[in-house]
T-cell receptor, first 115, second 117 residues
Framework: AQSVTQLDSHVSVSEGTPVLLRCNYS??????LFWYVQHPNKGLQLLLK??????LVKGINGFEAEFKKSETSFHLTKPSAHMSDAAEYFC?????????????FGAGTRLAVHP | DTGVSQDPRHKITKRGQNVTFRCDPI?????LYWYRQTLGQGPEFLTY????????KSRLLSDRFSAERPKGSFSTLEIQRTEQGDSAMYLC???????????????FGPGTRLTVL
């Protein structure tokens, strides 16, 4: 069975400092992994996805994530936080069976960015 | 706006009442998903349609829940005899995918927040 664990429920950073949101996954086969962001009163938006190509994945708004199979990790990073990055972030693994992909979400990490 | 839309955005109801939510996916998308998100948790898969066929239902989807996608376009999710535990955000997503291929991006709507009093 597939699952994800987001290691921090809350992360607080200062504007301009690096962001690290940690995610570990469990999968019985080579997974596809995603990071989604959820701003208040807005729909979930895809930040980036890993689908067995390059292990370092670049996404929107300067975010990137590195797939490390040996560590079963897919941490999300950004070199310099912006106030607009404050949101809820979800690490997601896909369970691909029966010809479709069902998204399995972590519990989320709330990112706070202060001046 | 050509994204996924959901209606209503908010619904407050009394325990025991029936409610129905609507989701309009991106027009060319053949797959439609429903998820439920409770406070402080990530979304959980409820059910999935390929065109008009409902192909899987989660164990979270009790007999009080029913979903339809009659013409392979919009979908409705009905909850009968609502309970306080049904209070949650109900999210709809759609994707375009071909048989045997996976990991296509799912585009999410803004959700319907249900409060059962």
């Amino acid at each position: 069975a597939q699952s994800v664990t987001q290691l921090d429920s809350h992360v607080s950073v200062s504007e301009g400092t690096p962001v690290l949101l940690r995610c570990n996954y469990s999968s019985s086969y080579s997974p596809s992994l995603f990071w989604y962001v959820q701003h208040p009163n807005k729909g979930l938006q895809l930040l980036l996805k890993y689908t067995s190509a390059a292990t370092l994945v670049k996404g929107i708004n300067g975010f990137e994530a590195e797939f490390k199979k040996s560590e079963t990790s897919f941490h999300l990073t950004k070199p310099s936080a912006h106030m607009s990055d404050a949101a809820e972030y979800f690490c997601v693994v896909t369970s691909f069976s029966g010809g479709y992909n069902k998204l399995i979400f972590g519990a989320g990490t709330r990112l706070a960015v202060h001046p | 706006d050509t994204g996924v839309s959901q209606d209503p955005r908010h619904k407050i109801t009394k325990r025991g009442q029936n409610v129905t939510f609507r989701c309009d996916p991106i027009s060319e998308h053949n797959r439609l998903y429903w998820y439920r998100q409770t406070l402080g948790q990530g979304p959980e898969f409820l059910t999935y349609f390929q065109n008009e066929a409902q192909l899987e239902k989660s164990r979270l989807l009790s007999d009080r829940f029913s979903a339809e996608r009659p013409k392979g376009s919009f979908s409705t999710l009905e909850i009968q005899r609502t309970e306080q535990g049904d209070s949650a955000m109900y999210l709809c997503a759609s994707s375009l995918a071909f048989e045997g291929q996976g990991a296509y991006e799912q585009f999410f709507g803004p959700g319907t927040r249900l409060t059962v009093l």
